[in-house]
C-alpha cells in the first residue's frame, strides 16, 4: 500500500512551490531588467544586485527541487548549494566595489534601477514571509532557510535604492559601490548561517 501525503502537508507543499515558482518568475525577469539598467548606469550596484538575483534563482531551483522529493541528504546538499552561490557573489562583489571606490567612478543616474529595486523590495519581503511561515509549518529547513534568502534579497533591493537615490539626489556616487559591500556583507553572513546549520 502506497504511503499518501496528509492533506495539510500536501497543501503547504502546493504553497511552498507557488511561492518558489513567483520567486523564480520575478528574478528571471529582474536579471534582464538589472542587466539594462547596470549597463545603462554602468552601476556595480545594480550589477551585483543583478547576481544576486541569479543566485536566488539558483537557490529557488534548488528548493523546488528539494520539495520534490524531501529526505535529510537532499536537504543538506540543497542547503550547501545556495551556501556556496553566496559565497562566489560575495568574493566578486567586493572586488567589483572595492576597484569602483579606488578608482572614483562615478555611475549615472538609474530610474529604472530606482523603479525595479522599489517593487522587488516589497515583493521579496512578502514572499518571505509566506516562505518562512510554511517551511516552519511543514518543519522544512531548507524552505524557511530560502525565507532568509529572500528577506535578505528585499533588504538587498532596499539598500541598493538607497545608493541609487543618493546618487541621483545628491550626487554620492561612493554609495553605489558601497551598497555593493552591503551585498557582500548579507552575503557572507547568510553563507555563514547555512553552513553552522547545515
Same mark, same amino acid.
Given at each position: 500500500?502506497?504511503?499518501r501525503?496528509?492533506a495539510?502537508?500536501?497543501?503547504?507543499l502546493?504553497?511552498g512551490i507557488?511561492?518558489?515558482?513567483l520567486?523564480l518568475?520575478?528574478n528571471?525577469v529582474?536579471?534582464v531588467?538589472l542587466a539594462?539598467a547596470?549597463i545603462?548606469?554602468?552601476?556595480v550596484a545594480?550589477?551585483?544586485?543583478?547576481l544576486d538575483?541569479l543566485?536566488e534563482?539558483?537557490?529557488?531551483?534548488?528548493?523546488l527541487?528539494e520539495l520534490?522529493?524531501?529526505?535529510?541528504?537532499?536537504?543538506?546538499k540543497? $542547503?550547501?548549494?545556495?551556501?556556496f552561490?553566496?559565497?562566489?557573489l560575495a568574493?566578486?562583489i567586493?572586488?567589483?566595489?572595492?576597484?569602483?571606490?579606488?578608482?572614483g567612478?562615478h555611475p549615472?543616474?538609474?530610474? $529604472?534601477?530606482?523603479a525595479?529595486?522599489?517593487l522587488?523590495a516589497?515583493?521579496?519581503?512578502a514572499?518571505?514571509a509566506?516562505?518562512?511561515?510554511t517551511?516552519?509549518?511543514?518543519?522544512?529547513?531548507?524552505?524557511r532557510t530560502?525565507?532568509?534568502v529572500?528577506f535578505?534579497?528585499g533588504l538587498?533591493?532596499?539598500s541598493?535604492?538607497?545608493?541609487?537615490t543618493?546618487?541621483a539626489?545628491?550626487?554620492?556616487?561612493?554609495a553605489?559601490p558601497?551598497?555593493?559591500?552591503v551585498i557582500?556583507f548579507?552575503?557572507?553572513?547568510e553563507?555563514?548561517?547555512i553552513?553552522?546549520?547545515?
Amino acid at each position: 500500500m502506497a504511503f499518501r501525503v496528509p492533506a495539510d502537508t500536501a497543501r503547504l507543499l502546493r504553497r511552498g512551490i507557488v511561492l518558489e515558482r513567483l520567486t523564480l518568475g520575478w528574478n528571471v525577469v529582474g536579471v534582464v531588467v538589472l542587466a539594462v539598467a547596470a549597463i545603462g548606469a554602468r552601476s556595480v550596484a545594480l550589477a551585483g544586485f543583478g547576481l544576486d538575483s541569479l543566485v536566488e534563482i539558483g537557490a529557488s531551483a534548488v528548493v523546488l527541487w528539494e520539495l520534490s522529493g524531501t529526505g535529510h541528504d537532499r536537504q543538506g546538499k540543497a $542547503l550547501r548549494l545556495i551556501g556556496f552561490a553566496f559565497i562566489a557573489l560575495a568574493i566578486y562583489i567586493a572586488v567589483q566595489s572595492t576597484v569602483v571606490l579606488v578608482a572614483g567612478f562615478h555611475p549615472k543616474h538609474s530610474p $529604472l534601477g530606482i523603479a525595479w529595486t522599489t517593487l522587488t523590495a516589497a515583493i521579496m519581503f512578502a514572499l518571505a514571509a509566506g516562505k518562512t511561515r510554511t517551511g516552519a509549518a511543514l518543519d522544512n529547513p531548507v524552505l524557511r532557510t530560502e525565507g532568509r534568502v529572500t528577506f535578505i534579497d528585499g533588504l538587498l533591493a532596499g539598500s541598493v535604492l538607497i545608493g541609487l537615490t543618493l546618487n541621483a539626489a545628491a550626487g554620492a556616487w561612493w554609495a553605489d559601490p558601497l551598497a555593493g559591500f552591503v551585498i557582500v556583507f548579507y552575503g557572507l553572513k547568510e553563507a555563514n548561517t547555512i553552513f553552522r546549520t547545515d
